[in-house]
Nanobody, 115 residues
Framework: QVQLVESGGGLVQPGGSLRLSCAAS????????MFWYRQAPGKQRDLVAGITSLGITNYAESVEGRFTISRDNAKNTAYLQMNSLKPEDTAVYYCNSYYLGVRNWGQGTQVTVSS
């Protein structure tokens, strides 16, 4: 069982930036695919970005060009750099890992974009 702990959320003004971190336990992080999802109030949880164990990335169309997902295998940590934030980016952001059919979730971190 992989444990995931997110951090870095908070309140930011429109146009601002935040970097989320996801620290993972265990020894298989380097061969695990990592993802960021988000869920706004009253809406379903949606995929924001993903990065494979080989470093291949993909993004939701709504964040393409503004968000960057990355990973540091030496630190067992995945990141989501969020720039040019918009009010519609407001949501709880969840870290997710996937390995051999098993998914694990973090507890989530709130991101609020408001003036």
């Amino acid at each position: 069982q992989v444990q995931l702990v997110e951090s870095g959320g908070g309140l930011v003004q429109p146009g601002g930036s935040l970097r989320l971190s996801c620290a993972a336990s265990g020894s298989i992080f380097s061969i695990t695919d990592m993802f960021w999802y988000r869920q706004a109030p009253g809406k379903q949880r949606d995929l924001v970005a993903g990065i494979t164990s080989l470093g291949i990335t993909n993004y939701a169309e709504s964040v393409e060009g503004r968000f960057t997902i990355s990973r540091d295998n030496a630190k067992n940590t995945a990141y989501l750099q969020m720039n040019s934030l918009k009010p519609e980016d407001t949501a709880v952001y969840y870290c997710n890992s996937y390995y051999l059919g098993v998914r694990n979730w973090g507890q989530g971190t709130q991101v609020t974009v408001s003036s």
